[in-house]
C-alpha cells in the first residue's frame, strides 16, 4: 500500500486509515483487526481519548506494544472528560492539553505520538493557547506532529494562518464533497495534508449501499433526500466495472485529490476491514470516472462556519 507524507513532517503514512473508534472493548478481537491490518498494509491508527472513555487508547495500547515502530499512531484531545461518569466538557486549554497528552501516552503505552490532534474546535476557542500548547510538545517530543479534526472551514484556516499544523481531518466524500469548495485548495496551497474522514458516508457508499441507505438515509442525508439517495446508488452502481466495488470507488474517490494524504475508515470487524483493502490502489480514478462521479452527486456547500 503507497504511503503519503504528512504535511511537511517526515511522517508516511499509508494511503488507507484505520479509524478505532468501533474496534469494541473486547482485547483479543481488538488486537486481531489491528493485526489484520498492519499485515493489508495500513500502518496509520486513529484513535482519540474520548473513544469508550480512555479504553479504546489502552486497547490499541497492548495490541501494538510489540509492534510499536510498526505504526503511525494518532490520538485525539480536547474533550475533558470523567471516566467513572461518563460526562466531559469541550476543553482546549492550554493546561488540559498538556494533561491530556501526558494521560494518552500512558494509555496508549508509549513515550510519543506520531500525530495529535485537536478534537473538534469554535473560534471562540482561546486557539493561540492550544496552538502554544501543540507546539511545546512537539518541541519536548511528546508529539511528532499535531494537527485539528474539524468540519469547520473558518476554525481550519485560523490554525492554517497561526500554526505550523501538519494536517486536518475532516469528513469528506463522494456524498459530501463540501471540502472541495473551501477547504483542500486552502490546505494543498499550504502543504498541509488531509486525513478524509467518513469516506463511506455511514456505509452508505458501501458494498452494502443499499441496504445502509433504508436505515441510514431513511431521513435524508445532509441536503439529499431519501429518494435522492436512492437514485445516486443506482446510478453509482451502474458504473461499477467487472470486479469492481462501491467501497473501491468511493475510497479513490477522496484518494483522487492530492492533498488528501489517507481515507479513513471505521471497522468492527476483520471482514469489514478486508472489505476496503483487497483493492489495487496503485491505481487511481480516471479523470473521467472522477467527472462522472462529481456529475452523479451534488458538490454541496457549508451554510455555516464559511471561511470569513
Same mark, same amino acid.
Given at each position: ?21 468501533? =474496534? ?5 478481537? $481488538? ?16 484513535? *482519540? ?13 497492548? #495490541? ?35 494533561? $491530556?497528552?501526558? &494521560?494518552? =501516552? ?12 485537536? &478534537? ?10 492550544? !496552538?502554544? *500548547?501543540?507546539?511545546? =510538545? ?6 511528532? #506532529? ?15 494562518? &497561526?500554526?505550523?499544523?501538519?494536517? +486536518? ?5 463522494? =456524498? ?9 485548495? %486552502? ?7 488531509? %486525513?478524509?474522514?467518513?469516506? %463511506? ?7 452494502? *449501499?443499499?441496504?445502509? !441507505?433504508? +436505515? ?11 429518494e435522492e439517495l436512492k437514485s445516486i446508488n443506482q446510478k453509482l452502481? *451502474? ?45 487511481? %480514478? ?23
Amino acid at each position: 500500500m503507497r504511503k503519503n507524507k504528512l504535511g511537511k513532517s517526515d511522517i508516511m503514512i499509508s494511503e488507507l486509515t484505520l479509524g478505532c473508534m468501533s =474496534l469494541g472493548t473486547e482485547q483479543k478481537e $481488538a488486537a486481531r483487526m489491528i493485526d489484520y491490518a498492519i499485515d493489508s498494509g495500513i500502518n496509520h491508527l486513529d484513535t *482519540a481519548d474520548l473513544y469508550d472513555f480512555g479504553l479504546n487508547e489502552e486497547i490499541i495500547g497492548k #495490541a501494538i506494544k510489540e509492534k510499536r515502530n510498526q505504526i503511525i499512531l494518532t490520538t485525539k484531545v480536547g474533550n475533558h472528560f470523567n471516566k467513572e461518569t461518563k460526562d466531559w466538557f469541550w476543553d482546549p486549554s492550554k493546561e488540559y492539553i498538556l494533561q $491530556a497528552v501526558k &494521560h494518552s =501516552l500512558q494509555r496508549l503505552n508509549t513515550d510519543y505520538i506520531d500525530f495529535c490532534m485537536l &478534537h473538534g474546535g469554535t473560534l471562540e476557542d482561546p486557539i493561540s493557547e492550544t !496552538i502554544e *500548547a501543540f507546539e511545546e =510538545l512537539k518541541k519536548g517530543g511528546l508529539i511528532r #506532529a499535531y494537527g485539528i479534526s474539524s468540519i469547520r472551514p473558518n476554525v481550519i484556516q485560523e490554525f492554517v494562518k &497561526h500554526s505550523s499544523i501538519d494536517g +486536518v481531518m475532516t469528513q469528506y466524500s463522494l =456524498l459530501d464533497r463540501r471540502p472541495e469548495e473551501e477547504v483542500l485548495g %486552502l490546505l494543498q496551497k499550504n502543504d498541509i495534508s488531509v %486525513l478524509s474522514r467518513g469516506p %463511506l458516508a455511514k456505509g452508505m457508499l458501501s458494498n452494502q *449501499a443499499e441496504k445502509l !441507505i433504508d +436505515v441510514k438515509g431513511k431521513e435524508g442525508y445532509l441536503d439529499y433526500s431519501y429518494e435522492e439517495l436512492k437514485s445516486i446508488n443506482q446510478k453509482l452502481s *451502474a458504473l461499477l466495472q467487472d470486479n469492481q466495488y462501491m467501497n473501491e470507488i468511493a475510497l479513490k474517490y477522496v484518494q483522487k485529490h492530492p492533498t488528501v494524504a489517507s481515507a479513513v475508515f471505521g471497522a468492527s470487524s476483520v471482514e469489514q476491514i478486508q472489505e476496503n483493502v483487497n483493492f489495487d490502489f496503485t491505481k487511481s %480514478l480516471t479523470d473521467e470516472t472522477y467527472e462522472e462521479l462529481q456529475q452523479i452527486t451534488n458538490a454541496i456547500r457549508y451554510d455555516k462556519h464559511r471561511i470569513l
